[in-house]
């Protein structure tokens, strides 16, 4: 009964990592069990057997070191066996794949802003594909947030100041429940969002800027038929600049073009083309990572990043960029392959 | 105070050797110290639980705007944590009832600096003075965890709560220090390290915590009052500081606490049961060693409370690693409490069913820390209300059970008379089912993804939600009740004998209540103290 109201309470499985998280639960629920009616057993076995009787003696026994060297070497073992095994399925929730589809999130007192390649820009709602893995780049314009979709079994930390991330491979069609699961203040509890995850052909309309109708919740029926055909109606095309296309224009307007090049030639700064991904040495001979998190940081710290070779003479661009902004700038160095 | 009710007539002892309000304010008897500490502890707890009560009363239906708008019950769960946590769980048994017992268990007089003893009692007041001060003006809506940068952000008088935690912590510390000399030179002749009872070793392990991790919290709440002061930019990412870094500075003295709060407890525990199972404790050096054990991996384990913060992978890694080690050490001490009682002669007494409810939450505790501490798990479990079952199950659990396992085993030897045992039945079954009605459906509640912190709820969640308002509803009738009858035994119980339990630490070896001078003469000590012989089986308290 204790297996099934603790093992049986969690959500539905709405990815594959959710499912080896279930396993894993289980069997660490199942040893919970065994240790505790082991622990609790015994207690009242002895309780039973060992009741205060004044005709009865106790006997002298100041310890075993073989029963305690058991019970030294048998947890370690499980508990290293666990703590593999729950490596192995935490390093499958945080590794990404070099193919998925990057979306831009930015938490704010208190709702979710969801920023996609093609310009759109969502609130409440983040809309992903089915099957396809997907990675949310995440950063906060306040306080901390926290992202948590139940149903994936992942959650991340949104940090104000620096980008974060998390990826899934949705499976289950309809709304996700998500969460924000970092305190942050007065609406704390109201911070939702709902994962959207569309099938192949809800996700080309939606792409297409065309309605999609009305999605269930993720693991309930579909709304009935009447409903579907009633909102399926095409609404006009809305014109969106792309992301990159909005990163090249923050990246000609705030004057990035005056010191940098995007084809290959250097100079004030090195050129950009083909900067994302690359390891950069840095003046103090340290090797940097070349992603969101180090192009965000030199361009709010220049002088603490100033690369090999160039002089320290770029200003800081701190507070002169919007979180989207930002998110666009990137998303357009990011394509300067 | 109860200079005047709690007294046996006649001889001269603690209670009655002066009189009058000055002679308690101003004693340097570490029992009446320890005695004050104990009502402003208690006084604490209601606190802290009336504030736990209302968390529960708004949680009873779902979408918020039951009892309270979303900004009082920010700031209700605020105190409750750190209320319970800094002046409460923390203090409770180290500074109430160490300070009581230990110089007695030693043989000595009193503690090594009586005078700093009196003065760590004003500073950690002064520290409380100033958080509940803050309650009347602005309050504090961060959490007792005071994350950046929210606390830099809110416009509550959070700066009166971190310098009232920044001066609770000197005492802390004083304490700790204190303990520590008085372990090492006031040991009565005989009483060698390897005859130390293990409250005593457990109030060791402790006070090492208390006087290196605590001055990491002071530099931390210093940083932070700065910050919000001075704005210089440490933990601020708008002026390029970085909110993590305070994580990593809190959990680095947060974590320890932990320790701090449960292995006092757990040296209780490990007199309550040989003296009760009238039997040898079982593995006397493991248990002693364990309490070190735990105390030295509690400094390198921080980390486990970030895994989703944003640190590092690698991080994530070791801190996990390390984790997993706090499991064995505690693990052994419960095998070892559980093989004591093996051939034993059990009495039930309320200290016995205190430490038999010790074992089944905190075994319950200690279980649920490994998920936590499971890498991937703690990624869905983690801020959800699956940890706050978790830890209640610990702090409730393992120390408060621990306190009460203590407050009624030492009871006649504080106050000179005996509790009602048949009342003492009934409140620790109201209790331990209230405890677990309470937070049991919140381990399901937290595996079901509902996040803690929340105002509001989605309806889903409402049943569990009542059912854990129930049992905080007993849980509170359940400690009115033993508040009663601790206070009918203090005025009218049964007078007590030197040596109720027929146990064998020293304080057993005095009258009840003690005079001033703990011993009339310096014991010597001879054996260590747990010499249970196999036809030693009665107890005085059992057999009028």
């Known amino acids: ?337 | 105070m109860s200079n005047n009710s709690a007294v046996v007539q006649g001889e001269d002892h603690y209670l009655n050797h002066s009189r009058g309000l000055m002679s308690w304010l101003g004693t340097l008897d570490h029992k009446r110290i320890g005695l004050m500490y104990l009502f402003s502890v208690l006084l604490f707890f209601l606190m802290g639980g009336v504030f736990a009560l209302l968390i529960r009363l708004e949680l009873f239906k779902w979408g918020g705007h039951n009892l309270v708008d979303a900004n009082t019950y920010n700031k209700f769960f605020t105190y409750h944590g750190a209320i319970m946590v800094f002046l409460v769980v923390i203090p409770a048994i180290p500074a109430a009832l160490g300070n009581f017992i230990l110089p007695i268990m030693l043989g000595a007089k009193d503690v090594a600096f009586p005078r700093l003893n009196l003065a760590s009692y004003y500073i950690f007041m002064t520290g409380a003075l100033f958080a509940v001060l803050a309650l009347f003006l602005r309050g504090a809506d961060t959490g007792w965890t005071f994350y950046t940068p929210y606390s830099i952000r809110t416009n509550t008088t959070v700066l009166l709560v971190l310098f009232g935690a920044f001066i609770a912590g000197f005492s802390s510390i004083l304490t700790g220090l204190n303990f520590i000399v008085t372990i090492h030179k006031l040991r009565a002749p005989g009483l060698t390290w390897m005859r130390l009872p293990l409250f005593c070793w457990a109030l060791y392990a402790t006070s090492i915590i208390q006087v290196l991790a605590t001055p990491v919290l002071a530099i931390t709440l210093v940083l932070l009052c700065m910050e919000r002061i001075l704005q210089i930019g440490i933990f601020d990412p708008k002026l390029g500081g970085d909110p993590i870094l305070f994580q990593h500075f809190f959990w680095f003295y947060s974590h320890p606490a932990v320790y701090i709060m449960i292995l006092p407890a757990m040296g209780i525990i490990s007199e309550i049961i040989p003296v009760f199972s009238r039997k040898p404790i079982f593995g006397y050096k493991a248990i002693a060693y364990s309490s070190f054990g735990i105390a030295l991996i509690a400094f390198i384990v921080w980390g486990h409370h970030m895994f989703v913060s944003g640190q590092s992978e690698l991080a994530n890694f070791v801190f996990s690693l390390l984790t997993m080690f706090v499991a064995v050490p505690t693990g052994v001490k419960v095998f070892s409490w559980v093989g004591t009682m093996y051939r034993g002669s059990i009495h039930f007494n309320a200290p016995m069913l205190y430490a038999f409810g010790f074992l089944e939450l905190f075994t319950m505790g200690g279980l649920t820390g490994v998920f936590l501490a499971t890498l991937a798990i703690d990624v869905h479990l983690t801020n959800t209300y699956f940890v706050v079952a978790h830890f209640h199950y610990v702090m409730v659990g393992g120390t408060l059970m621990g306190l009460l396992a203590g407050l009624h085993y030492w009871f006649p030897k504080m106050f000179g008379r005996m509790y009602s045992e048949t009342a003492a039945k009934i409140g620790f079954w109201l209790i331990v089912i209230g405890f677990n009605v309470t937070f049991f459906p919140q381990f399901i509640l937290g595996a079901q993804g509902m996040p803690r912190r929340y105002w509001s709820y989605l309806p889903e969640f409402t049943f569990l939600n009542r059912i854990s308002t129930l049992g905080s509803g007993l849980i509170g009738v359940g400690f009115i009740y033993t508040a009663y009858y601790f206070y009918r035994g203090m005025r009218s119980g049964a007078k007590a004998d030197a040596n109720p339990w027929n146990a064998q630490t020293l304080e057993w070896k005095t009258s009840s209540p003690p005079p001033h001078e703990n011993f009339h003469e310096t014991p010597v000590v001879t054996q260590w103290p747990y010499e249970y012989l196999p036809e030693d089986t009665s107890m005085p308290a059992n057999l009028r």
Request: overall charge positive; aromatic content about 12%.
């Open chain 1, 1 to 337: 009964m204790i297996q099934q109201a603790f093992a049986g309470s969690v959500p539905l499985q709405g990815t594959e990592v959710a499912v080896r998280w279930d396993s894993l639960y289980n069997f660490l629920v199942g040893l919970s069990i065994f240790f505790f009616v082991l622990v609790v057993g015994s207690i009242l076995y002895f309780i039973v057997s060992y009741k205060h009787d004044s005709k009865k003696k106790t006997q002298y026994i100041t310890g075993s070191h073989l029963l305690e060297a058991v019970w030294i070497a048998v947890p370690t073992l499980l508990l290293m066996v666990i703590f593999v095994w729950g490596y192995s399925v935490y390093h499958a929730m945080t590794q990404a794949p070099s193919d998925a589809y990057e979306i831009r999130v930015i938490g704010k007192q208190w709702l979710w802003t969801f920023q996609y390649d093609n310009g759109r820009t969502t609130v409440g709602e983040v809309f992903v594909p089915v099957n396809r893995p997907v990675k949310l780049v995440m950063t906060s314009e306040d306080v901390l947030h926290g992202f948590f979709i139940p149903t994936f079994r992942i959650k991340q930390d949104v940090v104000p100041g620096m980008y974060s991330s998390i990826w899934f491979t949705a499976t289950v069609p309809g709304k996700h429940q998500a969460y924000c699961t970092e305190y942050c203040g007065t609406s704390h509890s109201a911070m939702l969002a709902k994962v959207v995850v569309l099938e192949d052909h809800q996700w080309k309309a939606w792409n297409q800027n065309k309605e999609i109708g009305p999605i269930p919740e993720a693991g309930q029926p579909l709304p009935s038929k009447t409903q579907v055909a009633g909102t399926l109606g095409k609404k006009p095309l809305i014109q969106n600049i792309s992301l990159v296309e909005q990163g090249r224009q923050v990246y000609q307007s705030k004057g990035c073009v005056a010191c940098h090049s995007t084809d290959g030639t250097n100079k004030v700064g090195p050129t950009h083309k083909g900067l994302f991904g690359t390891q950069v040495e840095l003046a103090n001979g340290k090797f940097v990572l070349a992603d969101e998190n180090y192009i965000r940081n030199h361009i709010e710290y220049p002088q603490a990043n100033t690369v090999k070779g160039y002089n320290p003479v770029m200003p800081t661009f701190k507070g002169l960029l919007t979180e989207s902004e930002m998110n666009a700038l990137i998303a357009y160095m990011k394509s300067l392959k």
